[in-house]
């Protein structure tokens, strides 16, 4: 059987506006049919702390320490919790809700779409697999996350290696259409990851940052071996081909796309209104 063809853009480190607002572009493009289906990697300019679309600035993150050290902040369209965006390989995955053999729900189709992610950390050579809760207790902590920091705990079939969150994932679907994007972390600086957010005190961020160190863990620490950022990208781009049964055609954007797509984070993933006003 021929593989189906997928669109795959490398467009490498850009603003964090830059990198929403092409996210939001492939997903309006592909839901008009302009084009097929989309597998995405990039990274970011400055390092940036991403926002779930729920999530209320004032109430969970310190915006003088995001100043401070210089970092981009964008508020995602997608939900979840705080993404520091540094030391990492991030994707993202445009596809139709009908597409073959996807399933309708969102915890299933992300099981589907991650399975590219656990075809690439196999190919680095690192045993990954997917967390199902199973007791009623693991379920209820699902729904009711105590920290504002993404990789804090597992959820349904997140990513995991020994035991610890590799690669943290959101999802969004519009007009019939499939957004999912997600960090897949190739190392973390974890004290400053948490300097980002606010807590009732210091007892509870320092309890909650011991808990962080035996839940989430980038490939780096669990690798025998250094593994760059090339490589990384080399091994995911084969997972996906794997583990969706496709063909990745590379694309570079037009003109007339980059024109869109800057014309969008400038109108949009920069204003006030949508990145602080929630």
């Known amino acids: 059987m021929e ?7 490398d467009s490498g480190d850009n603003s964090p506006s830059f990198n929403m607002a092409l996210d939001e572009a492939l ?11 989309v597998v995405r990697f990039y990274g970011w300019n400055p390092a940036t702390l991403s926002i779930g679309y729920f999530q209320r600035i004032e109430r969970e993150i310190d915006m003088d320490a995001v100043q401070q050290l210089g970092l981009g902040f964008v508020r995602r369209p997608t939900g979840g919790r705080g993404v520091l965006h540094e030391h990492e390989l991030t994707y993202s995955v445009i596809v139709t809700e009908d597409y073959p053999d996807m399933p309708k729900t969102v915890t299933e189709a992300y099981r589907v779409i991650s399975e590219g992610i656990l075809q690439g950390f196999q190919k680095l050579g690192l045993e990954a697999y997917f967390a199902v809760p199973k007791t009623s207790a693991e379920k209820e902590a699902l729904k009711n996350p105590r920290s504002a920091v993404c990789f804090d705990a597992p959820s349904w079939y997140e990513l995991v290696v020994e035991g610890r969150k590799v690669a943290g994932s959101a999802q969004t679907r519009q007009k019939g259409v499939i957004l999912q994007h997600g960090s897949i972390l190739l190392d973390l600086d974890e004290d400053k990851l948490f300097s980002l957010f606010k807590y009732p005190n210091d007892k509870v961020k320092e309890r909650m940052q011991r808990a962080f160190k035996s839940k989430a863990v980038a490939i780096n620490q669990i690798s025998s071996r250094k593994i760059e950022l090339e490589e990384a990208k080399k091994a995911f781009k084969e997972g996906f081909e794997a583990g969706l049964r496709i063909k990745l055609d590379p694309y570079t954007l037009s ?4 024109d ?15 990145n602080f006003k929630r």
């Open 260 to 274: 869109y797509v800057n014309a969008l984070a400038k109108n949009k993933y920069e204003s006030e209104d949508w």
């Open 27 to 37: 997903l309006e493009w592909h839901g008009a049919g302009k084009i097929p289906p």
């Open 255 to 258: 003109e007339e796309e980059l």
């Open 3 to 9: 593989k189906a063809v997928w669109r795959f853009i």
